[in-house]
């Protein structure tokens, strides 16, 4: 069955540079998250997405940005690189169907930061 | 809003004996549940959730939680415990209350001893 689908697996940028993750739902998930798990931390909520609008907001840096497509792909862009914002990031997807479905995940992209 | 607790950052169990992994929670309104399992270099995966109705889920690997309303209460089990389920594991909450996110907990490092 397909997944999640998120690319790249590892980015290395350096202070000040930009970068752009890539999420791919599974098909007919019309619902994108943004996490941000440090090293040793549990993945915070950054923003999701339903039907190509941002549906909810959470300690996104005013430095990123999200969007979802009209193919329900969603891309973090992320600006002015700090050395904090090395860590992975978790895209996931869910039909919305009344809510409460569970989440699926991608494997991540680490980004480092140096 | 919505909270999530794990009192535990990491708990040992022998193979083979029951485990238990703690959470508890806050939320205005029915809560919808979730644990998540995240193995090393790997996305979260789903185990089980509660929504309504039996307050024993039971979920993915032999893993079952009880939902306690009183206690805000939904401790992950397992009756026997495999050196494999040895993970890091997170409890979710989501509000009933068309809230988008779903908030982890701090996570649980679960070491099965052979």
């Known amino acids: 069955a397909a997944g999640v689908i998120q690319s790249p697996r590892h980015l290395i940028k350096e202070k000040r540079e930009t970068a752009t993750l890539k999420c791919y739902p599974i098909?007919?998930?019309?619902?994108v998250y943004w996490y941000q798990q440090g090293p040793g931390q549990d993945p915070q909520f950054l923003i999701s997405?339903?039907?190509?609008?941002?549906?909810d907001k959470g300690s996104i840096p005013d430095r990123f940005s999200a969007q979802q497509f009209s193919d329900y792909h969603s891309e973090l862009n992320m600006s002015s690189l700090e050395l904090g914002d090395s860590a992975l990031y978790f895209c996931?997807?869910?039909?919305?169907?009344?809510?409460?479905?569970?989440?699926?995940f991608g494997s991540g992209t680490q980004l480092s930061v140096l | 809003a919505q909270s999530v607790a794990q009192p535990e950052d990491q708990v040992n169990v022998a193979e083979g004996n029951p485990l238990t992994v703690k959470c508890t929670y806050s939320?205005?309104?029915?809560?919808?549940l979730f644990w998540y399992v995240q193995y090393p270099n790997r996305g979260l995966q789903f185990l089980l959730k509660?929504?309504?109705?039996?307050?024993l889920v039971k979920g993915s690997y032999g893993f079952e939680a009880e939902f306690n309303k009183s206690q805000t209460s939904f401790h992950l089990k397992k009756p026997s415990a495999l050196v494999s389920d040895s993970a890091l594991y997170f409890c979710?909450?989501?509000?009933?209350?068309?809230?988008?996110?779903?908030?982890f907990g701090k996570g649980t490092r679960l070491h099965i001893l052979p």
């Open positions: 996931a997807s869910s039909p919305r169907t009344g809510g409460g479905e569970k989440l699926f």
């Open positions: 098909p007919r998930h019309d619902t």
């Open positions: 997405f339903y039907e190509k609008m941002q549906s």
């Open positions: 939320v205005s309104g029915n809560p919808y």
């Open positions: 509660y929504i309504t109705g039996d307050n």
């Open positions: 979710a909450v989501r509000a009933l209350n068309r809230d988008d996110k779903i908030i």
